[in-house]
């Protein structure tokens, strides 16, 4: 199997056009994977397979701030320390999803853990359809 059908075997093509990662991702939300000669980080492989190598000095960023994300549409390069500098100012301001953590958006619960509405939203739909689904 060539590294292109690899990879593309391996993406799950969302309605907000991302293309997420459907393996082992790290705690920090990235596809991670093992293939000879190719980045262990998905996105990066989605990179050089589907656009091109990386130079060096230059990071794979994600324009959707999805890491699962390997949509070359959603993928830039950055110099590396314009992308550490981008990282560190989104740290409070998005969740591991990229939606924006501010206003009405954040649940600040009782232990001070902050959560994403938007992703809680979506959890508590997403566990509503798989309980009437087991209901039917």
């Known amino acids: 199997m060539d590294n292109k059908t690899f990879i593309m075997q391996r993406l799950d093509k969302k309605q907000s056009g991302c293309w997420e990662w ?50 070359p549409e959603h993928l830039r390069l950055l110099i590396s320390s314009e992308n550490r500098s981008r990282q560190r100012s989104s740290l409070q ?5 990229g939606h924006e ?14 959560a994403c509405k938007t992703c809680v939203n979506q959890r508590v739909r997403n566990y509503s359809a798989r309980k009437k689904e087991r209901a039917a």
């Open 22 to 71: 459907k393996l082992y991702r790290d705690p920090d939300g990235y596809g991670r994977f093992t293939r000879p000669k190719i980045s262990p980080m998905a996105h990066r492989a989605a990179y050089i397979i589907l656009i091109g190598e990386i130079p060096a000095g230059f990071d794979v960023d994600h324009k959707c701030w999805n890491p699962a994300c390997c949509n």
């Open 93 to 97: 301001s998005r969740c591991k999803h």
């Open 101 to 114: 953590m501010k206003g009405d958006n954040v649940a600040i619960y009782a232990n001070g853990r902050k």
